[in-house]
């Protein structure tokens, strides 16, 4: 199959809003569920900044019907699901698409085979999918929230219920306070827990019983972060939720509202709805207004969770949001691009604010980090071009690595690089892809002892070539960082790098902080530290301990 280059269109105006910020631009989202899989496309006006919505495509996938021995996605739904981000291509091609942004959550995530889908994906489409995790894929659905609807100072628990999972977040305008993605969906549980129908009542007792058990954990969080006298405002999006909103509003007011957005209904509503459902086989419920063929299979299940979400947190009424995972996408590479700085300024931060929240958790040594991230940004940017060429996104990553690696101190000295890649790779970090957390977790763990090798599994579960190259190289850089603070007592205050490409050399060239001191452990060190290096870049590291400042060797 030919490959469709759409995905890989640049977009200058994004990269360079100083020298364009006046030029629109066209952004399409995909979002690969467990049940459909939807795309936005959207006109991002940047002198607002804001976005108008041009154009919506869905298609009922299912994803999440796995092969129930292996877990794995079948054949048939990964071709169906191909078949629809064709579809999802060729319009935002007769859209005039500049880019597109595409994410997996629940079903690729969970199953084995999830990795290999989204290289095919890549391979036959040329279409890169991100993969994110539960609670990133909640910090999207806020911000997708955030951009449609006025928080006006009020708390706000945000109800997301998707085909495999279900995302549950307390928010106010500034932040998110708690994000949390469950394993119940309308899907996951029909397939699971429902094998009658009418379904019989032990089998509806159950259900609710499960949700209950499900959710109980994530309710405690969200009544543990709000503050005294908080009264919350429940927002639902996503499907599950506008569909009983839809059936809610025809029997209620003859019509459906246009727009949904702002439509509002009572938890009675939506309990005597469930009840409803549960006493309807599949035709009865198909034959519902406002219910469709696909959806009339799972709603019985997903309309059990919202309900007993309502009695959980005892909140009354539900507003319905139209925004929701897309938009999130569209913001959230919005803020990436620094388009916004309005009041979601705020959230263009979330990965610093993220990493230093894990550093604290895990009592890192955080002078000590920073010194660290000094010299490995230094070297990165001074060897930028000329023996590396990764930009802006990856030198982030390196600049996380660096502030947490060693913060598998925490466990135990001993091996600490191995216990920094496990407590990254499983910390809640907001911001990143599944990728990128595996990129950095990784440039943590071979910040010392062995060099990356293929029979690790940490390095093999980098999903290509490319990533693996960016680990060895990036982890070179900390590996050399590391050495120049042997002591942790910043005794080399400055470096200059200088390369000598036909001597493939490059000099280190070191200012020490006080002049006296001959730096000679930093020096041992740096020279047992850098073969990693000079067999990464194919150069060799001659260091040079010179007693001026940078700006002087700069003139020499």
Known sequence: MTINPINRFKIEEATNKNSNSSKSCILGAIDIGTNSIHMVVVEIDPTLPAFTIIAREKDTVRLGDRDPETGNLTPEAMQ????????????????????????????????????????????????????????????????GVLSGMEFDERPHVIVDIGGGSTELILADSKEARFLSSTKIGAVRLTKELITTDPISDREFGDLKAHVRGMLE?????????????????????????????????IE??????????GYQMSRQDVLEMVDRFASMDYERRFAIPGISDKRAEIILAGATILAQTMTMLDIDSITICERALREGIIVDWMLSQGFIESRLCYQSEVRQRSVMKIANKYQVDLDYS????????????????????????????????????????????????????????????????????????????????????????SYRNLPN???????????????????????????????????????????????????????????????????????????????????????????T
């Open 80 to 143: 169906r699901s191909l078949a629809a981000l064709q579809r999802c291509q060729d319009l935002a091609r007769s859209l005039g698409v500049n880019r597109i942004v595409a994410v997996a959550t629940s079903a690729t995530r969970e199953a084995p085979n999830g990795k290999e889908f989204l290289e095919q994906i890549e391979s036959e489409l040329g279409l890169v999918v991100d993969l994110i995790s539960g609670v990133e894929e909640a910090r999207r659905i806020y911000l």
């Open 217 to 249: 954990r994530p309710i405690d969080q969200v009544r543990l972060a709000l503050q005294a006298r908080e009264a919350p405002r429940m927002v639902g999006t996503s499907g599950t939720i506008e569909t009983l909103a839809t059936i809610n509003a």
């Open 252 to 261: 209620k007011l003859g019509a459906i509202p246009n727009p949904l957005n």
């Open 370 to 457: 920073k010194k660290i991230v000094a010299f490995a940004l230094d070297i990165f940017d001074q060897i930028q071009g000329k023996l590396h060429y990764w930009g802006d996104r990856e030198k982030q990553l390196l600049w996380a690595a660096t502030i947490l690696h060693n913060c598998g101190v925490y466990v135990s000295h001993a091996a600490h690089h191995k216990h920094s890649y496990y407590l990254i790779r499983n910390a809640e970090l907001l911001g990143f892809t599944e990728v990128e957390l595996e990129v950095i977790a990784n440039i943590a763990r071979y910040h010392r002892k062995s060099k990356p090798k293929k029979k690790h599994e």
């Open 465 to 555: 070539k490319k990533y693996r190259q960016l680990v060895s190289q990036l982890s070179a850089i900390l590996r050399v960082a590391v050495a120049l603070d042997r002591r942790q007592i910043g005794a080399i205050k400055e470096l200059k790098c200088e390369y000598d490409s036909p001597r493939r050399r490059l000099y280190l060239h070191l200012i020490p902080r006080d002049p006296e001191d001959d730096c000679s452990l930093e020096l041992w060190n740096l020279n047992y530290k850098k073969v990693v290096f000079e067999e990464e870049y194919g150069v060799k590291i001659v260091p040079l301990l010179e007693p001026r400042t940078v700006s002087q060797i700069s003139r």
